[in-house]
């Protein structure tokens, strides 16, 4: 079993800048992607960045050159740097690490862009 705790969601003016943060603990495999979902309200939960660990990563358009994914493999975590933020970020932010058939989730971290 895995736990992810999140840290570092709230609310930001447009054009500001949030970290999150997520430290996984339990039975955690050498090899595995840790990334970030969103999900607005009414919206389906979807993707925003992976990191593998050798530091692979992936990101959906609408985050490139604004979020960066970066994870410190000793401490387990992993982290996404938020900058250029708009109302259309806003949305609850979910950690998640994917080991093979096991994949885990922590519970959100609100996020709110409004001025």
């Known amino acids: 079993q895995v736990q992810l705790v999140e840290s570092g969601g709230g609310s930001v003016q447009p054009g500001g800048s949030l970290r999150l943060s997520c430290a996984a603990s339990?039975?955690?495999?050498?090899?595995?992607?840790m990334g970030w979902y969103h999900q607005a309200p009414g919206k389906q939960r979807e993707l925003v960045a992976t990191?593998?660990?050798?530091?692979?990563?992936n990101y959906i358009d609408f985050v490139k050159g604004r979020f960066t994914i970066s994870r410190d493999n000793a401490k387990n975590t992993v982290y996404l740097q938020m900058n250029s933020l708009n109302p259309e970020d806003t949305a609850v932010y979910y950690c998640?690490?994917?080991?093979?058939?096991?994949?885990?989730w922590g519970q959100g971290t609100q996020v709110t862009v409004s001025s």
């Open positions: 339990g039975n955690i495999y050498r090899i595995n992607n």
């Open positions: 998640n690490l994917n080991q093979g058939v096991e994949n885990y």
């Open positions: 990191i593998n660990n050798w530091g692979i990563t």
